[in-house]
């Protein structure tokens, strides 16, 4: 443990911040979220073959065979639902229910549906009766459970870390340096982060299970996996710190806004652009209507901050769908289709223990500046060399034989074409890394430039940023067939890099 001692306020300025320690009870909530997420992305793995291919397909499998076009549409349907629906469990949280309680809500909707899933995906005469009902009725009720939980289980796993007064201590070096909440909490993130992609690696276990013994099987591991995310939670609950809901502040600053406007009442309202380290509070008395709409101005900066994340999460989710499809027209030599995906998820365990224990501290030591904004910057950056390399990987596919533009059409024992799946490695590195800094950062700001009653909602507006990028991805479906997807990639990539510029250049004055 780092030896404290006491220094006045003028010499602590000096001294560069680094992490406190963190209560056990952030680990357990952490361990939660890991087998959640290892539910959730065990069970979408195999949606892209699921939809797409026929069951008795030689070469990848399948069970519905609705085709690549419904099946890309299919997927970011259900991922709009996704991240809509934590605005529902968010509100109810906040204001009425409690995150604990809504937790519990959300895991026993979501051991409901994959247990449907699992029902009819056992055998191919239900692909043909009660395969695409049952699909539909279960990620129904999965979006639903996922709306739930996600947002509350962050803002549940913040709550678990109370704000201590920053202390100077002495490091193992003799290095004296002060304790900082801010850098805690973004240790917290980091390492939650890497146990979600560590969870994510559910999906090579199922893909593998869906190629060798079927999909009723492979859906039962991400069942085993939410019911042990429903134990660890329940085991842990009388050591957490739970808070009743207060009501949300949003619609009395909303009230507020609109009684000001009306009454042509002049608001002094805080700078735009400028962020605060310590976010507005509405606990400590009850705030007047000129704090309420601060409060609101404030949230509505973080979310014009936040917009980008539209794009970035579109490139995102091609992993899910298109970039599984991609791998199919390529050599595979043996491994699943949909098992390249887990790269992203390997890519992010290492890089980012890296990052957050190298290049972190490195920048601190040397006092270069590295704010969430800028983070963003670098991952936004990162996502676009991302795409454009999938768009030339896409071309090599194409002009690359025995089947050329039409790959997924080859004859049984000639194709796929003559391309190295290998090479999507670098797509999922650069997609790991723009995870890193900027999703990371995303979270990190949505909770700690938000007051206590609107943590969990404003983790669910920004959440719901991907929806908009969930329905730029339907739009892109209706063209996602070949031999169009160079068009597609490159059109998402020139979108993502003019996304990147016009952050960069409208937030070079924003200070963290």
């Known amino acids: 443990m780092p030896f404290e001692e006491e220094k006045s306020p003028s010499e602590r300025g000096e001294l560069r911040a680094v992490r406190g320690s963190v209560p056990r009870q952030v680990w357990l909530v952490s361990v939660v979220i890991f087998f959640e997420r290892a539910a959730y992305y065990g069970v979408t793995a195999p949606f892209q073959n699921y939809l797409q291919n026929p069951p ?55 051991i409901v549906a994959i247990s449907i899933l699992v029902a009819t995906a056992f055998s191919e005469d239900m692909y043909h009766t009660g395969g695409l009902p049952g699909f539909i009725v279960s990620v129904l009720l999965l979006g ?32 004296e340096a002060i304790t900082s909440h801010e850098v805690t909490i973004q240790f917290i993130y ?9 969870g994510s690696l559910s999906g090579i276990l199922t893909t593998f299970i869906e190629k060798s013994h079927g999909f009723g099987y492979a859906y039962l591991i991400p069942l085993c996996f939410i019911s042990a995310s429903v134990a660890v939670l329940l085991a842990g609950s009388a050591s957490y710190v739970t808070q009743s809901p207060s009501g949300n502040i949003l ?10 406007k009306t009454s042509r ?11 605060t380290t310590t976010p507005p509070s509405d606990s400590a008395h009850n705030p007047t209507p000129t704090e309420l709409v601060a409060v609101l101005r404030s949230c509505l900066v973080l979310q014009v901050q936040h917009a980008p994340f539209s794009v970035l999460l579109l490139c995102g989710d091609l992993m899910g769908n298109n970039l599984i499809t991609q791998a ?42 590295f704010s969430p904004i800028s983070r963003i910057s670098v991952g936004l950056l990162c996502s676009v060399l991302a795409i454009g390399y999938t768009t030339g990987i896409q071309a090599l596919i194409y002009s690359s034989g025995p089947c050329f533009s039409e790959p997924l059409v080859c004859k049984v024992g000639v194709g796929p074409n003559h391309v190295n799946v290998g090479l999507q490695t670098p797509i999922y590195v650069f997609l790991a890394l723009a995870e890193i800094f ?7 700001l949505a909770y700690t430039q938000t007051p206590a009653s609107m943590k969990a909602i404003v ?44 952050f960069t250049f409208s937030t070079t004055r924003l200070k963290n």
């Open 56 to 110: 008795h397909d030689s070469i990848r499998p399948g069970a519905l065979g609705l085709g690549q076009s419904v099946a890309t549409a299919a997927s970011y349907a259900f991922l709009f639902l996704i991240y809509t629906t934590p605005m529902i469990g968010a509100v109810l949280a906040d204001c009425w229910i409690g995150r604990y309680r809504m937790i519990q809500i959300g895991f026993s909707i979501y």
């Open 144 to 175: 639903l459970g996922v709306g739930f939980t996600k947002p509350n289980l962050l803002a549940f796993m913040g709550d678990q870390y109370a704000e201590p007064e920053n202390r100077v201590v002495k490091l193992k070096n003799g290095e």
């Open 190 to 198: 980091n390492v939650n982060y890497w146990m979600v992609n560590l």
């Open 251 to 260: 619609p009395k600053a909303l009230m507020a806004m609109f009684k000001r």
């Open 265 to 275: 009442a002049e608001v002094e309202a805080p700078e735009i652009g400028r962020q």
């Open 328 to 369: 199919g027209q390529m050599q595979t030599h043996g491994l699943p289709n949909d098992i390249m995906m887990n790269l992203n998820s390997i890519s992010v365990m290492i890089l980012l223990p890296l990052i957050q224990g190298w290049i972190y501290p490195l920048f601190s030591k040397k006092r270069i500046p």
């Open 438 to 444: 900027a999703l990371v950062a995303g979270t990190e």
């Open 459 to 502: 983790q669910a507006i920004f959440i719901l940023f991907g929806a908009f990028g969930s329905l730029m991805g339907v739009g892109i479906s209706f063209a996602s067939k070949d031999p169009n997807m160079v068009v597609v990639y490159g059109s998402v990539a020139g979108l993502m890099l003019a996304t990147a510029v016009a």
